[in-house]
């Protein structure tokens, strides 16, 4: 078993907890490879604005070797990852060479689940990159062109018929910015669709939204989100989903446009390590967030199953990602061994869900807030932790005018004519 770090230090994924690992290492004297398939840190609390057109993809992203320019022991790799060799102690690359290891962090994040029904994610996308939320977007802007053509038929109610399947922080903020963007900043520019034409239905299998929310929020999430216009579907297991609509129970619901935010499911390549995962695909790390048996690989963010001190695994949080990958890179740069590792502790700072302009609910310890002061509260949030100065100033504008004229700037198609064939 390797008693010390070796160089170099790899990291794969350059999400929240990939970035703080590499950040809090910037004092290291030995080399740093953070390898992504993409070139750019993705602020992902904020793509769901990306998918409603209410902000443009280069708000919520930062090339990420513009973050690390003036870190000189950081190397950028694009490539994907297809597997880990740990007896070899190399990274197997698609395109490139193995890249060696001396000791290495994990945070490849997640993508969404279908929970064994892969075959839907054709017909109800779901939202972790970019091109999803583009996708979407693009969907989206492309309905109340074809409504517009068909108005007045059954087919245009199902193009502006949108069902969002997870009730969920994505779920819940998906809903509350369809609506608004879709009866308050569309519809004005379809004169001849009505205002009630779009529809927004949220479904969750569950009792109520927001379930990591204390029950009290959650009632008033779901009340806010009614007062936009959004129905919202409680214990309703999803059967089918197909080009027509969506199988909720017992009710078929009719909608050209099913969007996914139920589940996630941890990335393929943690099976390369043979070690035991969750039934989510996450890594069963030790309480240093290391492997079992090989204390200098370890697992962070989406990718890792941690137990809170109350014995129950932390949530998939930009937080937990950031605080992991500070706690980690501290245990690197130090040169700590597995026996003398403090276990790692999560320092919950507290969850907010944004539900629509001056609409939010937000948990601070004991403290719950909701209405515009959990708005405010959520802005602060998400601008102070936007990468580069440029981004906050740009994001803070565009939503003051967002809210004073409900023109979102971001209502670009480009879709149609790359991916699909019109005859």
Known sequence: MQQHCRD?????????????AARALHRMQG?????????????QPLLYQVATAALSPADIAWPLRTLFRSQRNVRIMLDEVRGIDRAGRRIDLRNGDPVPYGCLILAPGARHSYFGHDKWEEDAPGLKTLPDALEIRDRMLMAFEKAQRLNGTPDARDELTFVIVGGGPTGVELAGALAEIGRKAMTPDFPVLQDAACRILLIEGGSRILESFPPALSRRAQASLES???TVLLNRRVQEVNSKGVLAGSEFIRS??????????ASPILTSLGVPLDSSGRVMVGPDLSLRGDPWVFVIGDAAHCLSSEDKP??????VAMQEGRYVAEIIARGIPAERRIPFVYRDRGILATIGRA????????????GMVAWLAWCFVHIFFLIGF???VRVMFEWIWYYVTFKPGARLIYWKERRTKEP
């Open 31 to 43: 080399d740093i490879v953070l390898i992504d398939r993409v070139n750019h840190h993705l602020f």
């Open 8 to 20: 170099p230090v790899v990291i794969v994924g350059g999400g929240f907890g990939g970035l703080a």
């Open 359 to 370: 609409k939010a609910v937000a948990q601070f310890g004991t403290v719950s807030l909701s």
């Open 228 to 230: 936009l216009g959004v």
């Open 390 to 392: 440029r981004n906050r």
């Open 256 to 265: 050209a446009h099913v969007i996914w935010a139920a589940g996630n499911v």
């Open 314 to 319: 932390l949530p998939g949080l930009a937080a």
